[in-house]
C-alpha cells in the first residue's frame, strides 16, 4: 500500500505564487514518475507535469515557463512551483505516483487533491 499526502493549495492572487508539496509513504521500492494533475469544474483532469526518478520534465503547454517540477527522490517527494499565477489555474491538484512496491508490484496512485484557486 502506498499513501501520497498533499499540501499547499489555497487562495492566491493572480499574479501570485503557490509550492504544492506531495510525499509519498509506505511499501515503495521505486518511484519511477510523479506527475501532477488538475480538474477544474466541468472539465476533464489534464497533465500538469510530471518528473521521472532520472529528472527527466515534461509539462503542459499552457503552464510552461510559469510552473517548475522537481522532486526529492530520497525523501519520495515531488515539487510543483506555481508561478504567475492565472485565473485560469484554478482547479484541484492531484499528485499521481507509479512505481514498484517492495515487493516488485507495480503501483499507480493518486493523492486526494488540494484546491488551488486564483482570484482577480
Known amino acids: 500500500q502506498v499513501q501520497l499526502v498533499e499540501s499547499g493549495g489555497g487562495l492566491v492572487q493572480a499574479g501570485g505564487s503557490l509550492k504544492l508539496s506531495c510525499a509519498a509513504s509506505?511499501?515503495?521500492?521505486?518511484?519511477?514518475?510523479m506527475g501532477w494533475y488538475r480538474q477544474a469544474p466541468g472539465k476533464q483532469r489534464e497533465l500538469v507535469a510530471s518528473?521521472?526518478?532520472?529528472?527527466?520534465?515534461n509539462y503542459a503547454d499552457s503552464v510552461k515557463g510559469r510552473f517548475t517540477i522537481s522532486r526529492d527522490n530520497a525523501k519520495n517527494t515531488v515539487y510543483l512551483q506555481m508561478n504567475s499565477l492565472k485565473l485560469e489555474d484554478t482547479a484541484v491538484y492531484y499528485c499521481?505516483?507509479?512505481?514498484?512496491?517492495?515487493?516488485?508490484?507495480?503501483?499507480?496512485?493518486w493523492g486526494q487533491g488540494t484546491q488551488v484557486t486564483v482570484s482577480s
Open positions: 518528473i521521472t526518478s532520472g529528472g527527466s520534465t
Open positions: 509506505g511499501s515503495i521500492s521505486r518511484i519511477n514518475v
Open positions: 499521481n505516483s507509479a512505481g514498484l512496491t517492495r515487493r516488485y508490484d507495480p503501483f499507480d496512485y
